[in-house]
Nanobody
């Protein structure tokens, strides 16, 4: 059974940094693309970033580009999201997801496994 477990969320002041991790059961990420999404209170789930199976291809939503970096360690079956220069608008529950194949992009229906989410709160 595929399991994704996020960690690294928390409370941080505006301008600060956090690093989210998404650990998968053995070989869950191998050969598959992955992504990070977020959901703020009262809003729908929003695409944040995605990475292809090798790590050489990445995509970001405009609001986080140049502040967030997605990466992966296939040997450790882990995907990361480094978040710098955090803003109050980044406050949300962050979810990692595994693509059903090689797709890496903003369409959530292309991802068939999801973690339980980790809360990120940015205070002003």
């Amino acid at each position: 059974q595929v399991q994704l477990v996020e960690s690294g969320g928390g409370l941080v002041q505006a301008g600060g940094s956090l690093r989210l991790s998404c650990a998968a059961s053995a070989r869950t990420f191998s050969g598959y693309s992955a992504g990070w999404f977020r959901q703020a209170p009262g809003k729908g789930r929003q695409f944040v970033a995605a990475i292809n199976w090798s790590g050489e291809g990445t995509l970001y939503t405009a609001s986080v580009k140049d502040r967030f970096t997605i990466s992966r360690d296939n040997a450790e079956n882990t995907v990361y999201l480094q978040m710098n220069s955090l803003k109050p608008d980044d406050t949300a529950v962050y979810y990692c997801a595994r693509s059903s194949g090689t797709y890496y992009g903003p369409n959530s229906y292309e991802y068939n496994y999801w973690g339980q989410g980790t809360q990120v709160t940015v205070s002003s």
